[in-house]
């Protein structure tokens, strides 16, 4: 097996600049004949033209129409000696319906439809399936006449037709285009039309699909997709380019969705959602994929990937214009810490284990394995450091600039650094080891005030621990935004030298000295403002600051990352405690602060849920090089102890209370509505009806506690609540979670999308029957090994958010997950990877549970066929 390196990339010796293609559909048997217009860039006549091929019987070959010699190899299809520009027709034939691993052209329930990125091009047709070869498509699907009412591809429709009981659709796609970008889809669907006008008044017909009965659920989707395009020319001053603007949803999809020119294929579970079936984070979910994917028309379409290395320069940017449209239109502080919690959680995790990689990767087995919270989260956080440098204004004429140099064309991360560069002036270029070099700096500051002078002088030290394969970091360049504030809680104006200075401090060295005048007091620190650099911060706090920043900072964030510091101090102080067999400390400030929160602060309902949050155990893994996980456990528990107990009452009281508003919403005969203060609403409910529960459990008052859930499950009008109350009932073990799953099985047994909450439901649960109920409900009529959304929602929850019972001390939440990873990567082995992360962390587990996964391990190496996915990840797991 080899590794691709970024360093190794070649210009193409040849480029095909169009493509006819034609599908004679069959589930099992469809025919492809490419007809591609290829021209040699070589000077060097002897190099061959060499076609990437994967799964294909190849029926025909011609050159200029002639028989021509060929050499078919297990993944290629290679010719000698050809003239410089030709014509060449390739014919092959493929199985869509067996094709499990959803790459390529496939089934899903009845319906044709492609999954290209990375490499799945090559699984429909041999080609030069690399994305810097674009390339102008014409398709021709042909079917019998009444089989699939809707066939579709990419661009305009030129022709729909029926020939001697054949119906043939063609469809013409003016932009060129790299392969990973080309979508067919056939099937039966329900249509939802709207009509946009864009800013240079051309109109165009935006088309959902979505399956048949299903319309209803799709009108939020379309609406998104109308918001998306307006924001984009609001904000980024761009304009969508065709007269047509299709989105599909299917139910078998690998990820969230795709950004095919023209035909975004996605997953229905960012799709259909109603006031009825749909969560909250449904809907918001909904509304940020819809415009991930619009997005990526310009970032990513219009301006491509040169190779696969690159992929942040697309994915990147686009999540960090997806996060930016979500804050423009909800709300922005939210928004800003849903993102901080992906870094600070799974993305720290990922940096500080064996698939560490630079959100530019050096070498790639498995392109698949890349799709990583590292180039799509950490990716957004470089492009916000860059926009904090460079100031909304100037990045704009940065992206101006790009679009203008990068059209049509297939660049490097680069590129895109240059752009920013030249538009603003600013030399970018120590920025650039964001690019290149992986894990997460650690900023450790400190302060000396001089009272005599009046100057606060702040010591700021980074390091970067080594990362597999970069032992010595460069520093980075970290925009560290700041504010201090008095003891009175007010905020002191910036200033050096007389003058007003910037908030954002630029940290370029190894040891860096801020420093700043006419400070009347010693102040207190708030630092990294709205998360300003992706980076771990240590300072020493002094009693009582982390409280006046939670109760003082302006900054929403500073806030909230005051609160997660006060809670984490005592989680790394108990699970000491733990290890050493010592009694807990009391929580004291945890519970004042929550106290204050609760009753003092006026913090509106959601952003007072979301501050209250106690991180997961696995972002709690995050504060130890070596994680012990029964004391990370045990001290969690202890901390949501102290609070369920010691607030019992405020807990009580909140609990009634938003359930008489809610109550009252109900006999106003106001229905569920996705908005702010609905969401804050059920999102603070949520908190509180856990603690309240878990106190009354803890108290013994476990039947009080079952009729509670039980009674909020029987009132909920919508799926945020009914979730909020069989997740408690299965979460605190309560026992009307078995009436509670009862009848919701009975309810939504036959919508999938819906039943995976139940799915999830039981997985999460941390308790010893759980691995059991697993395993049965791999046996139910809604499971199915094939859909990926299934294994996410039942085996994927169990290993990734049920550290407790995964990691069992008896091995056999391991034994089950190996067990699954060796049948998945028969069928599916990207899906297989993407659930096997949380084995990854063996080296900074215990011995006993080192060992057992290392077992684990050596038994899938040894398994034949073992895919690249899986392959690459126990083999760096094991370095
Ligand atoms: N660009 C898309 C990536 C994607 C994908 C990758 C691997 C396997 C299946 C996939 N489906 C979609 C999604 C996006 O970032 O917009
Ligand atoms: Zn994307």
């Given at each position: 097996r080899q590794e691709k390196r970024r360093l190794d990339y070649k210009k193409p010796d040849f480029t095909i600049t169009d493509i006819d293609l034609t599908f004679e559909l069959d589930l099992t048997a469809t025919i492809v004949t490419a007809v591609s217009r290829v021209k040699r860039l070589t000077e060097d006549r002897k190099i061959p033209l060499v076609l990437n091929g994967d799964s294909l019987k190849l029926l025909d070959v011609k050159l200029d129409g002639a028989e021509c010699a060929f050499r078919e190899t297990e993944n290629t299809l290679e010719l000698d000696s050809v003239p410089d520009e030709f014509t060449l027709t390739v014919k092959t034939c493929i199985n869509p319906k067996d094709n499990s691993e959803l790459m390529g052209l496939y089934v899903s329930d009845g319906k044709f439809c492609t999954q290209n990125e990375p490499e799945g091009f090559r699984r429909i047709t041999f080609f030069t399936d690399h994305p810097d070869v674009l390339a102008r498509y014409t398709t021709h699907i042909i079917a019998p006449d009444g089989a699939y009412p809707f066939m579709l591809s990419n661009g305009n429709l030129i022709k729909d037709e029926v020939k001697d009981g054949k119906r043939v659709v063609t469809w013409e796609d003016p932009f060129p285009k790299p392969s990973y970008l080309f979508a067919l889809v056939a099937g039966d669907f329900d249509e939802l039309h709207r009509d946009f006008v864009t800013c240079g008044g051309r109109h165009v017909d935006v088309y959902l699909y979505v399956d048949k009965g299903q319309a209803s659920c799709g009108t939020v989707a379309i609406d998104s997709i109308l918001r998306a395009m307006e924001w984009d020319e609001k904000r980024f001053g761009l304009e969508y380019d065709l007269n047509r603007f299709n989105v599909v949803a299917v139910d078998f999809f690998n990820a969230g969705a795709m950004e095919n020119k023209s035909l975004n294929i996605f997953n229905s579970k960012y799709v259909l959602v109603d006031a009825e079936s749909a969560t909250d984070t449904d809907f918001e979910n909904v509304l940020s994929v819809i415009g991930h994917?619009?997005?990526?028309?310009?970032?990513?379409?219009?301006?491509?990937?040169?190779?696969?290395?690159?992929?942040?320069?697309?994915?990147?940017?686009?999540?960090?214009?997806?996060?930016?449209?979500?804050?423009?239109?909800?709300?922005?502080?939210?928004?800003?810490?849903?993102?901080?919690?992906?870094?600070?959680?799974?993305?720290?995790?990922?940096?500080?284990?064996?698939?560490?990689?630079?959100?530019?990767?050096?070498?790639?087995?498995?392109?698949?394995?890349f799709y990583s919270v590292t180039v799509y989260d950490k990716g957004a956080e470089v492009i916000r450091m860059i926009h904090t440098i460079l100031g909304e204004e100037l990045f704009q004429?940065?992206?101006?600039?790009?679009?203008?140099?990068?059209?049509?064309?297939?660049?490097?991360?680069?590129?895109?650094?240059?752009?920013?560069?030249?538009?603003?002036?600013?030399?970018?270029?120590?920025?650039?080891?964001?690019?290149?070099?992986?894990?997460?700096?650690?900023?450790?500051?400190?302060?000396?005030?001089?009272?005599?002078?009046?100057?606060?002088?702040?010591?700021?030290?980074?390091?970067?621990?080594?990362?597999?394969?970069?032992?010595?970091?460069?520093?980075?360049?970290?925009?560290?935004?700041?504010?201090?504030?008095?003891?009175?809680?007010?905020?002191?104006?910036?200033?050096?030298?007389?003058?007003?200075?910037?908030?954002?401090?630029?940290?370029t060295e190894e040891h860096n000295v801020v420093v700043f005048d006419d400070v009347p007091e010693r102040p207190v620190t708030a630092l990294l403002q709205n998360f300003s650099a992706p980076v771990k911060v240590e300072y020493p706090y002094a009693q009582g600051e982390l409280e006046t920043l939670l109760k003082c900072a302006d900054d929403p964030v500073t806030r909230y990352e005051s609160m997660q510091n006060i809670i984490n101090s005592y989680i790394v102080l108990n699970t000491v405690n733990a290890q050493r067999r010592l009694p807990f400390t009391h929580s004291e400030l945890v519970v004042q602060s929550f106290r204050y929160i609760l009753e003092e602060s006026g913090l509106d309902n959601r952003f007072m849920a979301y501050i209250l949050r106690i991180p997961p155990v696995n972002t709690l893994m995050g504060l130890f090089t070596a994680i012990d996980l029964d004391a990370i456990i045990a001290s969690r528990k202890e901390l949501v102890r102290v609070l369920s107990v010691e607030l019992a009452d405020i807990w009580e009281k909140l609990y009634q209370k938003l359930l008489a508003e809610f109550r009252q919403r109900l006999a106003e005969g106001r229905g569920y509505e996705c908005t702010e203060e609905q969401i804050g609403s059920r999102d603070l409910i949520r908190v509180a009806l856990n603690f309240h529960v878990r106190g009354l459990v803890l108290k013994g008052e476990e039947a009080k506690a079952s009729a509670i859930v039980s009674g909020h499950y029987r009132i909920s009008d919508n799926m945020t609540d009914t979730l909020i109350a069989l997740n408690a009932a299965t979460a605190h073990n309560l026992e009307s979670r078995h009436e509670i799953l009862k009848d919701f099985e009975s309810r939504w047994r036959d919508n999938a999308l819906v039943f995976d909450n139940y799915f999830r439901a039981v997985a999460s649960a941390p308790y010893p029957d759980t691995l059991d109920n697993v395993r049965k409900l791999m046996e139910h009529e809604c499971f199915d090994l094939t859909n990926p959304n299934r294994v996410r929602a039942?085996?994927?929850?169990?290993?990734?958010?049920?550290?407790?019972?995964?990691?069992?001390?008896?091995?056999?939440?391991?034994?089950?997950?190996?067990?699954?990873?060796?049948?998945?990567?028969?069928?599916?082995?990207?899906?297989?990877?993407?659930?096997?992360?949380?084995?990854?962390?063996?080296?900074?587990?215990?011995?006993?549970?080192?060992?057992?996964?290392?077992?684990?391990?050596?038994?899938?190496?040894?398994?034949?066929?073992?895919?690249?996915?899986?392959?690459?990840?126990?083999?760096?797991?094991f370095k």
């Open positions: 994917e619009y997005f990526h028309n310009w970032t990513g379409d219009r301006v491509t990937c040169r190779d696969w290395f690159q992929l942040s320069l697309k994915e990147g940017l686009t999540v960090f214009r997806d996060q930016e449209f979500s804050s423009d239109l909800c709300c922005r502080p939210i928004e800003r810490i849903k993102a901080v919690n992906i870094i600070k959680g799974p993305q720290f995790t990922e940096d500080a284990g064996p698939m560490a990689h630079p959100i530019r990767p050096d070498y790639v087995m498995e392109m698949n394995n004429k940065g992206m101006k600039l790009y679009f203008k140099r990068h059209d049509g064309c297939a660049v490097t991360c680069e590129d895109f650094v240059s752009a920013m560069e030249d538009a603003s002036g600013i030399d970018l270029k120590q920025f650039r080891n964001w690019y290149s070099q992986a894990g997460t700096p650690c900023v450790s500051g400190s302060l000396r005030y001089d009272a005599e002078k009046k100057q606060a002088v702040y010591t700021f030290n980074q390091s970067t621990p080594a990362t597999p394969g970069q032992s010595v970091k460069q520093p980075f360049v970290i925009p560290l935004s700041m504010a201090l504030y008095g003891s009175d809680g007010r905020k002191i104006l910036l200033k050096r030298n007389g003058e007003p200075v910037s908030e954002v401090q630029i940290l039942l085996l994927g929850t169990f290993s990734q958010l049920n550290p407790e019972c995964f990691n069992d001390i008896s091995g056999r939440g391991y034994e089950f997950l190996t067990e699954i990873l060796i049948k998945l990567n028969g069928t599916n082995p990207h899906v297989a990877a993407a659930i096997m992360t949380p084995m990854l962390n063996l080296n900074r587990l215990d011995i006993k549970r080192k060992g057992m996964i290392t077992d684990c391990f050596n038994r899938i190496m040894r398994i034949p066929g073992l895919s690249d996915s899986i392959f690459e990840k126990i083999d760096k797991a």
